[in-house]
């Protein structure tokens, strides 16, 4: 590679989804002006509580924490879309429910955590992390981190389902 | 509407599920003509056409009705064709079931079929940034199996499940559909021959996770007068056991707030505001339930499964008691124990008890299954929810050999397609 070569942008994966900053990555979900329900992502058209006839919601950024409500990985290379790195580097994959919302976000594990690390009730934070590059761009993308990595994995969990 | 709300099964007909790599058309065709042998009908006489829809199969997909009229030859049938993701199917019995409960025909013909690629379910090709669908595998390679394995570990974590249990449910389908001539996987399979298989979505392994197949499945359906008289011109003159009919068609959407992380969603409805709750645009009174003012509307339980389950017993006035057998989506093994309770064959949480003490395999008090299931057959999208009331049928009629359940009665299907599509189905004689 050229020593001159412009270093590469880094851009989000899908826009308006996630404020992209390294140190405050945050979801930008949606709040309903009428009955106060949140979204994610936002619902852009109408509120989806059907009690409720309000328009669009206005754009709010989510909770940065929140408690894995389950957990998986994927041992093998998701299809496209999805842009698997060369080799193929298995990741976990949390459903981390957010409190003040109520509701639960999807997201991969940051790199290095282990479906094995996780467990329900497990703290995570929010963070923004590659999904792929290309010639020109980074491609960036929310990702859920533990806030701790425990050694014993705690049984349990608040049952609501 | 007990009674004079159900449709008559005249026949069934399936094409056996495998990776058959030839066209749905022959597959459908193939299920089709076995149904109208099945039932003594012939083409010509056959009002409606039906079809349930496969999207990886180009524009005869799309319309997949008029493909099988033209296939069967055109005989000016009227005909429906829809989609509803894995609940297409049951859609388009509703579609038939709804025509005939109207008087606007006395035959029709429902027909499903598929021919599925390889692998994991990809999304559509194309690059559509605004599809969920799409999304969900571009910015998480968030596949089926995901989200099957988050329902499994929850168990886990929630309900003290174990990798065994969800082996469990695999051997047992595996020993029914041993019997089953039109299932894919006809080999018995141990609990340790699940937990063998490589793991691919912790904590499934690839024996937990149902396969994509190529199949079609088929049935006639006629109002009831019309299936008395067909009944009486036959050689046998009777009814036999009596006719096996239809009586609830569930196609029904969840309601807010689902709290259940759904294919293809990025995130569960919000639960920070229920229903119930004052909203500023109040204009629309009444709320979902539809009139039901008298109460306020509460956050509804048990999520969308139990919601399609109560739905179809309602409309056909019966309760899990009731129940003989049961055909479920195990698109996993442990998805197969969900489904135990939203059909509230057992409580929440007992699923893993219920199984263990033998209660859902033939011969016990309530098997599930037993055609072998998803496990058995691979899922063939538009054809499986058809395929499910076909088996339910045959037992019904008593005709299951290998895997009969002893003097069924009443049987009810269960499934689920992404984007909110309800599916059951309540037969019974
Ligand atoms: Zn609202």
């Known amino acids: ?161 | 509407m007990t009674g004079s709300g159900r449709v008559a099964v005249l026949g069934i007909g399936m094409h056996p599920w495998g990776k058959w790599g030839r066209s749905f058309v022959e597959y459908g065709l193939h299920a089709a003509n076995a149904a109208l042998d099945d039932a003594g009908i012939s083409w010509e006489d056959v009002q409606l056409v039906s079809g349930a829809d496969t999207i990886r199969n180009g524009y005869p997909g799309f319309v997949a009705g008029a493909t099988f009229a033209q296939a069967l030859g055109w005989s000016g049938a009227r005909v429906s064709s829809v989609y509803a993701a894995c609940a297409s199917g049951a859609a388009a019995i509703a579609s038939a079931r709804a025509q005939i409960l109207a008087g606007m025909v006395d035959v029709a013909l429902v027909v499903g079929a598929d021919t599925a690629p390889k692998g994991f379910f990809a999304p559509v090709g194309g690059d559509r940034r605004d599809d969920p669908d799409w999304l969900r595998f571009h910015l998480l390679g968030a596949t089926n199996p995901t989200y099957f394995a988050l329902y499994a570990r929850r168990r886990m974590a929630i309900y003290g499940a174990t990798s065994k249990d969800f082996a469990a449910v695999k051997a047992k389908n595996s020993r029914h559909g041993a019997a089953n001539p039109n299932a894919r996987y006809r080999d018995v399979v141990d609990v340790d021959d699940v937990l063998a298989s490589p793991v691919v979505a912790d904590p499934l392994h690839l024996l937990d996770i149902c396969a994509t197949s190529d199949g079609g499945a088929a049935l006639v359906l006629a109002s009831m007068d019309f299936a008395r008289r067909h009944a009486a011109s036959l050689p046998s003159g009777g009814t036999g056991k009596g006719i096996v009919s239809i009586a609830a068609v569930s196609t029904v959407t969840p309601r807010y707030p689902n709290t259940v992380i759904e294919m293809p969603n990025f995130a569960t409805d919000s639960a920070a505001c229920l229903p119930s709750s004052s909203a500023s645009g109040n204009e629309q009174a009444g709320g979902p339930a539809g009139g039901e003012t008298d109460e306020p509307a509460a956050a509804p339980t048990g999520g969308f499964r139990s919601q399609v389950a109560a739905a179809a017993y309602e409309e056909a006035g019966i309760g899990p008691e009731d129940v003989d057998l049961a055909e479920v989506y195990d698109l996993s093994s442990a998805l197969e124990l969900d489904w135990y309770e939203a059909l509230g064959i057992c409580g929440e949480g007992e699923a893993e008890e219920l199984l263990r003490r033998g209660c859902t395999e033939l011969g016990g008090r309530l098997p599930v299954n037993p055609s072998g299931g998803l496990s058995s057959f691979g899922e063939a999208i538009p054809a499986q929810a058809i395929a499910q009331v076909c088996e339910v049928v045959l037992q019904l009629r008593g005709g299951a050999a290998g895997r009969q359940v002893a003097g069924a009665r009443v049987g009810i299907t269960a499934n689920q397609g992404l984007f909110g599509h309800g599916s059951s189905v309540v037969a019974m004689r």
């Open chain 1, 1 to 161: 590679m050229s020593p001159h070569a412009p270093s590469k942008a880094r851009v989000p994966a899908v826009e308006g989804w996630f404020v992209p900053d390294d140190a405050s990555a945050a979801l930008l979900g949606g709040r309903c002006r009428g009955c106060g329900t949140y979204s994610f992502p936002r619902a852009p058209l109408a509120c989806p509580n059907p009690a409720c006839r309000s328009g669009p919601a206005e754009e709010v950024r989510l909770s940065r924490t929140g408690r894995v409500w389950s957990y998986t990985d994927a041992a093998y290379k998701p299809p496209p879309p999805y842009v698997a790195s060369d080799p193929f580097e298995p990741f976990a994959i949390a459903a981390v429910e957010l409190e003040e919302e109520k509701l639960v976000v999807l997201g991969q594990v940051v790199p290095g955590v282990s479906a094995s690390e996780l467990y329900v009730g497990c703290e995570m934070e929010l963070v923004t992390a590659t999904l792929y590059e290309d010639q020109t761009n980074v491609y960036l993308v929310w990702k859920w981190k533990p806030l701790d990595r425990p050694t014993s994995t705690p049984s349990g969990g608040r049952a609501r389902r």
